[in-house]
């Protein structure tokens, strides 16, 4: 079983910087695609960013400029640099991870994190 683990949510001001870390961890033989996801109060999940294997990437226009998705095969971990946040960036980020082949069957699968809070305000 594959468990995604996020880190490095929190409380930051307007214009701050804040840098999520997610790590997949168990027997894994590849992960085709990892991302964020974003889902705010009363609103429904939202794409943030995500990146392949090859470090293709795509964001979401509203934070475009903004944010950076980065990863580390090796670790099977990605990371988002958000910088320059907004209090319309406050939402619960999720991690997300597909394409995932674990060496026990060699099939693929889907996994989220638990989520993490990240709060924009002064």
């Known amino acids: 079983q594959v468990q995604l683990a996020e880190s490095g949510g929190g409380l930051v001001q307007p214009g701050g910087s804040l840098r999520l870390s997610c790590t997949a961890s168990?027997?894994?033989?590849?992960?085709?695609?990892m991302g964020w996801y974003r889902q705010a109060p009363g609103k429904q999940r939202e794409l943030v960013a995500i990146i392949d294997r090859g470090g293709t990437t795509n964001y979401a226009d509203s934070v475009k400029g903004r944010f950076t998705i980065s990863r580390d095969n090796a670790k099977n971990t990605v990371y988002l640099q958000m910088n320059s946040l907004e209090p319309e960036d406050t939402a619960v980020y999720y991690c997300?991870?597909?394409?995932?082949?674990?060496?026990?069957?060699?099939?693929?699968?889907?996994?989220w994190g638990q989520g993490i809070q990240v709060t924009v305000s002064s």
């Open positions: 997300n991870a597909v394409g995932v082949v674990e060496d026990r069957d060699l099939k693929s699968r889907a996994y």
């Open positions: 168990g027997s894994i033989f590849t992960i085709a695609v």
